[in-house]
């Protein structure tokens, strides 16, 4: 099987951990860019990397490119390609767009001239058309203009990978598995020591980590991927990368653990952990993390999304000194992360972070930082309150 150049999407302050995860996979020619990185494969690592990828969102595979300053130009080049090779006049079909150029002002507006152009090119070949269908379509086909440039590419995931196919509860303010997956792999979380997550919420956290620590493809899952309706669908090959991926599964010796205070979040995270089969590795209890305290010996892996007070309504400052002075006191030896929205709420957590790295959490800015807790005398001597 022959090579060809795909692009992962992912977010902001990702990119570098895809191009890792891509080079352990497999993948040649791997070259980073902004939120994707472009790399080279064959059709098994296509379905591999929809398979096994954590960080990615999407995987592009490029089929043509031209240059368009207008909408006739546009037509033209759509036009151009032979759209048979990868659509039966029977079939359904959406197009996706981005644009970033003075000449394409509305993503609706080229997305619907080059479906005319593909449609024409069918009627006037057969006398018959494949029509658009928004929800479900047997071909995705992404286009992508950069002032006069036009890429046009499959979309071989369909759905966003971030849909793991494990979630179905979730509570008020669920974090993405995609950056939650990110998020724990920032953290340099190996599986070599306990985890826990002290405000679990739906248990997207848990059941990334545990997936990371025990090598299970992040999208196993996944009910399905865009390339399963394509012409060229090979079941066999799958159900082989799905094996030999499933074959690198390894064991786990230590304790993944959730807390939540909320006895609904609780029970949808449990749901959750279980529906992704990984009820093995992950306990999950009802417990205000306020009121814990390390229960294992060693050192503590801790990842967590506190409320930022976009979407509940706490006393935030209350809150993140409560959260500070229970890491500092009641869990020597951890290693904490959390991601937050609330730039100015740091402040109050009375601890000076060792690590801060920007992100994305949907629109909205954010930090994922690192508190160091030491064992012993070392933590008096490290820890000073600071007030930036």
Not at 162 to 189: D, K, Q
Not at 192 to 218: K, R, Y
Not at 322 to 348: C, H, R, S, V
Request: hydrophobic residues 35%; neutral net charge.
């Amino acid at each position: 099987m022959e090579n060809f150049k795909m692009i992962a999407k992912t977010f902001f302050g990702f990119e570098e951990i895809l191009a890792k995860e891509l080079q352990l996979l497999g993948a040649q020619n791997v070259e980073i860019g902004t939120r994707a990185v472009s790399f080279k494969g064959d059709k098994g690592f296509m379905y591999k990397s929809n398979l096994a990828l954590r960080t990615a969102l999407k995987i592009l595979k490029p089929i043509y490119y031209f240059r368009a300053n207008s909408d006739l130009n546009l037509y033209k080049g759509i036009q151009s390609m032979d759209w048979s090779k990868y659509l039966n006049a029977n079939q359904t079909f959406v197009i996706d767009t981005t644009i970033h150029s003075d000449y394409f002002k509305h993503s609706q507006f080229v997305s619907q001239k080059a479906k005319d152009a593909i449609v024409d090119q069918f009627r006037e070949r057969t006398g018959q058309r494949p029509s658009v269908d928004k929800d479900y379509p047997d071909l995705r086909i992404n286009i992508h203009i950069d002032r006069d440039q036009v890429s046009v590419a499959l979309d071989t995931s369909g759905a966003s990978l971030h849909h793991r196919g494990y979630r179905t509860a979730t509570n008020i303010a669920p974090i993405n598995e995609v950056l939650a997956a990110g998020m724990v792999l920032l953290s340099g979380w190996d599986g070599n020591s306990d985890f826990l997550d002290p405000m679990c919420g739906s248990g997207t956290i848990l059941a990334e980590a545990a997936m990371i620590a025990c090598n299970i493809p992040a999208n196993i899952n996944r009910k399905e991927f865009a390339f399963e309706k394509w012409n060229d669908w090979d079941n066999d090959l799958f159900d082989q990368i799905v094996e030999s991926l499933l074959k690198k599964v390894k064991e786990f010796h230590y304790t993944i653990k959730g807390y939540d205070k909320a006895p609904s979040a609780v029970s949808k995270a449990k749901d959750n952990i279980k529906n992704a089969n990984l009820d093995d590795y992950v306990t999950i209890e009802q417990q205000n993390f306020f009121d814990t305290k390390k229960e294992t010996v060693g050192p503590l892996h801790m990842v967590f999304n506190p409320p930022y007070g976009e979407r509940l309504d706490i006393d935030l400052e209350r809150f993140y000194r409560e959260m500070g002075d229970t890491m500092k006191q009641n869990y020597p030896g951890t290693n904490a992360w959390f991601i937050t929205a609330n730039l100015e709420a740091l402040k109050f957590v009375g601890l000076k972070p060792s690590r801060k790295i920007k992100l994305f959490n949907g629109s909205l800015e954010a930090r994922l930082v690192k508190y160091e807790m030491y064992e012993g005398s070392k933590r008096t001597k490290f820890q000073t309150t600071e007030g930036n």
